[in-house]
């Protein structure tokens, strides 16, 4: 009896994921009854709201993968080197004391970094080296992402590392290296896989993210990959919509479990390739 | 012997090995220098969006701001609503959250058998824990919010929030109770405990700090979450407080507030953000100061707790 209400407890999470695939692919279906699934992929301009609407979803995938890529560029070589540094050269002192400041930066609510970008990124960057910046743009959102990510690649990479076995450091150093190269000859060729875990898992949670996008990139969905203009993504059109008064059942409201399906279908090619690559990291020792 | 092998071997020259040696140390120096840069950096950025936010919203907290409805004068305006309306989602979704997922937890450890049923909920935790939470706010849109008719409610807010931290809390829930060693189990087993008289009575208590972190850094993740309390249809202007869930008269407990309409924090501080008058936009900062307070405490304590129970249990 009790074994059967706590596997309905664990049953939940089954019931959650089979409960998001229902609903997004049953109101996207309603949505392709009134738009061609080819005009959905191929279109490049996404204007669902206007008196004469057009359903392109290109312009919302040019906006997310743009600020995606300013983001890896932020969090990809820092968190990589963070994790080398902790992994391999922190003492164990400084490492107690970072993890729980890198475990911060991870906690901040996403809607504080968007207040961040848009009110102190954005006017920074306006008045140091670009002054042309719009007061939207992709650039400082994809930047705010981007340390926002750092902590995600640190822990994992730094995990990675440490799983690399002991003696393989010793037999490194036996040879006579120093500790850079072993840490970047020997640990991490050997920990690559889950690195790249890391990056592509980081990747993930770029593109889900909402607040600081649907604040400081701008709402207008835009086909544009240049990171100084204004281009909503996927997320912020699924907010900005949400906020207005949306009839249950229209087009409008239909658009976004359709943008919200693509966005799902994005993370979970990556977040599978992430846990595969983590378990072969896993199994290797 | 020596005479006939020397022309072998080639002379090291000392002093090429001595400058290798000395570059390669210099080089050690500057990566673990670069290191400690990139972390600092990190950090700093953090403490720049803080300080940022301390200053533009310092100067507007007040007694006022915290008892105020929200207004359409920026000075007058007030977080009222918005932390009320967080308090009762947060209590729904501790409500449902935690017996599910330390549930969970135990089924997973303690129960459940080598087979697909568990495979299957183990994949199914570990692929949640990744899906964007903007999805949450779709599926609770379509389910709760339509199909099960809960409207736009405290209900739904803190049902969508209770399954977004699940794979949080199962997952520390599950790294607690692995901790506690199997010969406990089998003390307990040994005196004829049943296996739910194990868990209860020895499991549960001595992972209960572990347990514990895993829940309130769920519930810190929780009430930051924006993205999907929007996409529920959380209004962003709400005058009013939900019904009182507790009542002078008999029989003491109400549970109207459960159906009200309601606002969050984030709700409001992205309400306030996205106006362009600078007014409503320290008001958001003010909001967010609140916001970040509450979860860097909360984080903090979970912190504690973890190094604490780390540092106490010897088994």
Known sequence: ?285 | MTAVMQPAVERPDVQEMRRLVAAGKRNQLIFAMTGLACTIFAVLVLLAAFLDLLFDGLPRLSWEFMTNFPSRRATEAGILSAWVGSAMVMLVTMLAAVPIGVGAAVYLEEYAKKNWVTDLIEINVTNLAGVPSIVYGLLALGLFVYQFGFGESVLTAGLTLALLILPIVIVSSREALRAVPGHIREAAYAMGATRWQMISDHLLPYSRGGILTGIILGMAEAIGQTAPIITIGALTFIAFLPPAPITGEAPFVNFAWLWSEFTVLPIQMYNWVSRPDKAFQLNAAAAGVILLAMTLVMNGLAIYLRYQVRKKIKW
């Open chain 1, 1 to 285: 009896m009790i074994e059967f209400v706590l596997l309905c407890a664990g049953l939940v999470a089954v019931f959650t994921t089979a409960a998001i695939t229902v609903i997004l692919v049953y109101e996207s279906l309603g949505f392709f009854e009134f738009v061609s699934l080819w005009d959905f992929l191929t279109g490049t301009v996404w204007t669902p709201l206007f008196a004469n609407p057009s359903y392109g979803i290109l312009p919302l995938i040019s906006g997310t993968l743009t600020v995606t890529f300013i983001a890896l560029l932020v969090a990809v070589p820092m968190g990589t080197i963070i994790a080398i540094y902790l992994s391999e050269f922190a003492g164990h002192r400084v490492r107690e004391a970072v993890k729980p400041a890198l475990e911060m930066i991870a906690a901040v609510p996403t809607i504080v970094f968007g207040y961040f970008a848009l009110l102190f990124v954005t006017p920074l960057l306006q008045d140091t080296i670009l002054p042309n910046l719009p007061g939207f743009n992709m650039l400082a959102p994809g930047l705010v992402v981007g340390v926002a990510t750092i902590p995600t690649i640190a822990s994992l990479a730094e995990d990675a590392m440490r799983a690399v076995p002991m003696n393989m450091r010793e037999g490194a150093y036996a040879l006579g290296s120093n500790k850079m190269q072993v840490a970047l000859s020997v640990v991490m060729p050997a920990a690559v896989s889950g690195v790249v875990a890391a990056y592509v898992l980081a990747a993930a949670r770029a593109i889900g993210e909402t607040m600081v996008v649907a604040i400081a990139a701008g709402q207008n969905a835009n086909f544009t990959f240049n990171p100084m203009e204004a281009a909503a993504t996927l997320t912020a059109y699924i907010a900005q919509v949400s906020l207005g008064d949306l009839e249950h059942g229209s087009v409008a409201y239909r658009s976004i479990f359709a943008a919200g399906l693509v966005l799902l279908a994005m993370t979970l090619v990556l977040n599978v390739a992430g846990h595969f690559l983590r378990r072969r990291y896993w199994k290797a020792y």
